[in-house]
């Protein structure tokens, strides 16, 4: 079993855990057949940026509440 990235029609992006040679899934999101999206490094930069940004409003966050002694809704 291993970890791969499926796209389907409408977009929705999932990650699965299958066996190496499947090629397609059925969409959890709208139940369409999802193929497998090989090395798109893309997607991989994006969610790298986001993921970066959250770190940084995470941190910002933070300060923000030490400075005035409350914990923020997220
Ligand atoms: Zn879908």
Redesign the pocket.
Same mark, same amino acid.
């Not at 970890?3 to 709208?30: Q, Y």
């Given at each position: 079993m291993i970890m791969h990235t499926f796209s %389907?029609s409408?977009g929705?992006i999932n990650e699965k855990l299958v066996k190496m040679d499947t090629k397609e899934v059925e969409?959890p999101? %709208?139940d369409?057949i999802?193929t497998k999206v090989i090395g798109c490094p893309k997607i991989k930069t994006d969610s790298w940026k986001s993921t970066r940004k959250w770190a940084k409003q995470r941190e910002t966050q933070v300060k923000y509440e030490r400075k005035h002694g409350i914990t923020l809704q997220t």
């Amino acid at each position: 079993m291993i970890m791969h990235t499926f796209s %389907c029609s409408n977009g929705h992006i999932n990650e699965k855990l299958v066996k190496m040679d499947t090629k397609e899934v059925e969409c959890p999101d %709208c139940d369409q057949i999802a193929t497998k999206v090989i090395g798109c490094p893309k997607i991989k930069t994006d969610s790298w940026k986001s993921t970066r940004k959250w770190a940084k409003q995470r941190e910002t966050q933070v300060k923000y509440e030490r400075k005035h002694g409350i914990t923020l809704q997220t």
